[in-house]
């Protein structure tokens, strides 16, 4: 397991949990976390990861960017943060959506910022009643980045999505829920719980197939209908290759549990 900073990473059978470890800044993300995130994402596939968790350490998932981590260098500051997100969230963001295995992500306190787009780029999402969404760049003067103004309308429809980043309000765990924005809405001492018997599931199930969903769905937001049916033909016959398919297909005839491989 590579020795990590700013994260902490923890692999039990095919799950892997990622874990923002700044507690003492809420888990601020800068471009140290960032690289390491990335570096982690590289790491998955020799890990035979079939699942990852990511969760923030202490009182809060995300507080967002660190504000140290966008320097101006003297010049435009507008121009600096172009840099910084081209060259630091933007390819984390990225790197994320093209994952081959679902993502968790499991909600403690604050997501604000990129935490917050972070935070609603998992497959299933699970909050605590005390987690609350923030995209609150309105307040200081900028707009929402790192893919906010991409996945905020998609989780929670335009209007609540305008609202929340016009207005720099919060979106309660509670309402994020009713809004069907996130999957569950716990206990805070149940958050983990909950994630891992997700992930559980997804890590024991046809992993091919639920990477091929992951990028048909995300892909599918900016296609035509024709686009989308011609994807997912291309998708079906990469899941239909698969050892999991043979596998579902004689469970199925012989009535017995799959036992999928991830293969």
Partial sequence: MADYQTI??????????LTLNKPDK????????????LKAFD????????????????????????????????????DASRRSLQTSF?????????????????????????????ALSGDLIVAGKSAYFLQAFINIGLVPDGGATWVL????????????MLLGERIPAERAYELG??????????????????????ANGPTVAMGQIRRLVRNAQSQSLSDAMNAE????????????????????????????KGR
Wanted: hydrophobic share 45%; charged share 20%.
């Fill in 153 to 164: 309308p998609k989780a929670a429809g335009i209007p609540a999505a305008m609202e929340a």
């Fill in 43 to 78: 790491a998955l596939p020799a890990m035979r990861a079939r699942a990852l968790i990511i969760t923030g350490e202490g009182r809060g998932f995300s507080s967002g960017a660190e504000l140290g981590g966008r320097t101006f260098d003297g010049g435009n500051p507008g």
């Fill in 181 to 202: 924005m996130i999957n569950r809405c716990v206990e805070n001492a149940a958050v983990m719980d909950e994630a891992r018997a997700l992930a559980t599931r997804l």
């Fill in 8 to 17: 902490r990473v923890e692999q039990t059978d095919g799950i892997v949990t």
């Fill in 26 to 37: 809420l888990n601020a993300m800068g471009p140290e976390m960032v690289g390491e995130m």
């Fill in 233 to 260: 033909a291309e998708a079906q016959r990469i899941a239909g290759n698969s050892e999991d398919f043979k596998e579902g297909v004689q469970a199925f005839l012989g009535k017995r549990e799959a036992q999928f």
């Fill in 90 to 118: 933007n390819p984390l963001m990225l790197s994320l959506a093209g994952l081959d295995i679902p993502v968790v992500t499991a909600i403690n306190g604050a997501a604000a910022g990129i935490g917050c787009t972070l």
